[in-house]
């Protein structure tokens, strides 16, 4: 059992409330899932490359590592330290080095993308996005998640969201039978998952399912003739939310919608808090149905 919540703002006028609204949104879920939580938040787009990273000893990692990356880079490397993360803006075309320095120094990849930005802990929702300043964060749309592990270990790199592509992410309530299959085709297809996690396994078919040039609602669709077991699947991209549920549908699910916004939970208090929720569009998204809205 696990909650996940969305928010993808039609308009800008709530822009600067997304961060504040997503908080209130996963605390309500926290009795589904105590043992992690993860938010990732969509805002504007930065001049570069924006790489989030993690260390379980960021003060030893994170001393002088904007000047090391922007000699090793021969160009300006910005970082911006938040708690155990920290958000490097990085130039164009760097990544793949940034990466290996990252892997060589024991620093983890939470996500790469000029629009997202990905903080995930061990721990309650309210004691993460306390720590990384969710409350004050904007942006245009955001996904998250709080976690009952029944599939691997409860640490960092086993919360949610996954992020397996630039701006792509996915949260997940369920699990997967076909998982380990699925591993070796998607590792051919050069989208190897670097966990145990079988939500990674979900967010790697995706990022697989748009590098072949489908758009977001048919690598949602694919999910449903793939990958086999009981999922909810939310997912975010830099212009698009969508969301689908396996063909039996038993893990909770609940959207509204309004002028100004389109909203996922695992249970309808997670909307509590959300402005004219009392006048929105309320309903239960069919199973084998795929949702998506896009910029």
């Known amino acids: 059992m696990c909650g996940i919540v969305g928010l993808f703002l039609k308009k800008d006028d709530l822009r600067p409330r997304l961060g504040d609204l997503l908080t209130d949104m996963l605390i309500t879920m926290t009795d589904r899932g105590p043992d992690s939580a993860g938010i990732a938040i969509y805002g504007d787009a930065a001049d570069g490359l924006k790489m989030t990273i ?33 958000v490097l803006t990085l130039p164009e075309g760097s990544e793949a ?11 983890r990849v939470m996500g790469v993308g000029d629009s997202m930005e990905i903080f995930k802990e061990v721990g309650l929702p309210k004691d993460v996005a306390a720590r ?18 029944t599939e691997s270990a409860v640490t960092t790199l086993g919360a949610h969201p996954f992020s397996t592509d630039e701006n792509q992410c996915l949260v997940h309530n369920g699990s997967l039978s076909n998982h380990n299959r699925m591993r070796r085709e998607l590792a051919r297809k050069g989208f190897a998952p670097q966990t145990e996690n079988d939500t990674e396994v979900a967010a790697c078919y995706i990022s697989s399912r748009l590098a072949e040039g489908a758009n977001l609602g048919e690598a949602l669709d694919g999910t449903l003739q793939d990958l086999d077991g009981f999922f909810t699947f939310v997912v975010g991209t830099k212009n698009g939310f969508g969301v689908v ?22 249970e309808y208090r997670a909307f509590a808090g959300l402005p004219g929720i009392e006048t929105a569009r309320v309903w239960e ?10 910029r």
């Open 245 to 266: 549920r396996d063909p039996i549908a038993c893990k909770p699910a609940v959207m509204a919608e309004t002028e100004d916004y389109v909203a996922f939970g695992s």
């Open 285 to 294: 998204p069919e199973p084998a149905t795929v949702y998506f809205w896009e």
């Open 54 to 86: 993690q260390s379980a000893t960021p003060d030893e990692h994170f001393d002088g590592l904007e000047e090391t990356l922007t000699a090793l880079l021969r160009a300006p490397v910005r970082m911006r330290v938040i708690d155990t993360h920290a």
């Open 132 to 149: 990384f300043g969710i409350r004050q964060m904007a942006g245009s749309h955001g996904i998250g998640h709080t976690r009952m592990a």
């Open 97 to 107: 080095e940034v990466r290996a320095f990252m892997a060589e120094k024991g620093i």
